[in-house]
């Protein structure tokens, strides 16, 4: 009689495999789709008002310096390519530098000039502030000072808040004794949403200041 070897076969073994989508990554979307929903708002708000009011828009807008804004937005900009690079070295799991190059920076060199860029572009948007109030373009002005004040103010606020994440994110960079796929993670999700912000302020540059 031959003898009959069987083979236990686990179910497990044949088990299809279920890929999951990151629940980080599908937060963050949701989160950024119900920001898209709230920038929407404000644009609907802001060619409703100028629609009501034509004459005084072409003769408030001519006011603005756009070449001084067009250097803020350049600074945003460039900064969504300094924030990709430190996501870059943070998925390559390199929190911090390894010489003086910038071939050579970590996330947190990247993401501190990251940083420095989005500051120096608040305090531009705060300096055309004053400069505006000063010539008489006040919130409570007319309907153009307030449509451009909470247009603009709401996406500086957004901007500040991105801000905060890049200290948080730097300052969890320090605290881990071991750099791992949470902290890169973390970086990635504050790369979206200030990828996202960036975009909102192009939209807002060329409505408010190209297209007046």
Same mark, same amino acid.
């Given at each position: 009689?031959?003898?009959?070897?069987?083979?236990?076969?686990?179910?497990?073994?044949?088990?299809?495999?279920?890929?999951?989508?990151?629940?980080?990554?599908?937060?963050?979307?949701?989160?950024?789709?119900?920001?898209?929903?709230?920038?929407?708002?404000? =644009?609907?708000?802001?060619?409703?008002?100028?629609?009501?009011?034509?004459?005084?828009?072409?003769?408030?807008?001519?006011?603005?310096?756009?070449?001084?804004?067009?250097?803020?937005?350049?600074?945003?900009?460039?900064?969504?390519?300094?924030?990709?690079?430190?996501?870059?070295?943070?998925?390559?799991?390199?929190?911090?530098?390894?010489?003086?190059?910038?071939?050579?920076?970590?996330?947190?060199?990247? =993401?501190?000039?990251?940083?420095?860029?989005?500051?120096?572009?608040?305090?531009?948007?705060?300096?055309?502030?004053?400069?505006?109030?000063?010539?008489?373009?006040?919130?409570?002005?007319?309907?153009?000072?307030?449509?451009?004040?909470?247009?603009?103010?709401?996406?500086?606020?957004?901007?500040?808040?991105?801000?905060?994440?890049?200290?948080?994110?730097?300052?969890?960079?320090?605290?881990?004794?071991?750099?791992?796929?949470?902290?890169?993670?973390?970086?990635?999700?504050?790369?979206?949403?200030?990828?996202?912000?960036?975009?909102?302020?192009?939209?807002?540059?060329?409505?408010?200041?190209?297209?007046?």
């Amino acid at each position: 009689m031959d003898n009959v070897t069987s083979t236990s076969i686990s179910p497990a073994a044949h088990a299809p495999v279920v890929n999951r989508p990151n629940s980080v990554a599908v937060g963050t979307i949701v989160w950024l789709g119900s920001e898209v929903m709230f920038f929407a708002g404000l =644009f609907a708000i802001y060619f409703t008002l100028r629609s009501t009011s034509p004459e005084q828009w072409s003769f408030e807008a001519d006011r603005l310096n756009v070449p001084y804004s067009l250097v803020n937005t350049l600074i945003l900009v460039s900064s969504s390519f300094t924030c990709q690079f430190g996501v870059f070295a943070a998925e390559r799991m390199q929190p911090r530098s390894t010489g003086w190059k910038p071939s050579q920076w970590g996330m947190v060199e990247w =993401f501190f000039l990251t940083y420095a860029l989005g500051a120096i572009f608040v305090a531009g948007q705060v300096l055309e502030y004053a400069t505006l109030v000063s010539e008489g373009i006040a919130l409570d002005s007319n309907a153009y000072g307030s449509a451009f004040y909470i247009t603009t103010g709401f996406h500086g606020l957004h901007v500040t808040g991105g801000l905060i994440a890049f200290l948080l994110v730097i300052g969890r960079a320090y605290a881990v004794r071991n750099f791992g796929h949470r902290e890169a993670t973390s970086a990635i999700v504050v790369s979206y949403y200030w990828h996202f912000v960036d975009v909102v302020w192009i939209g807002l540059f060329l409505v408010i200041y190209v297209l007046k």
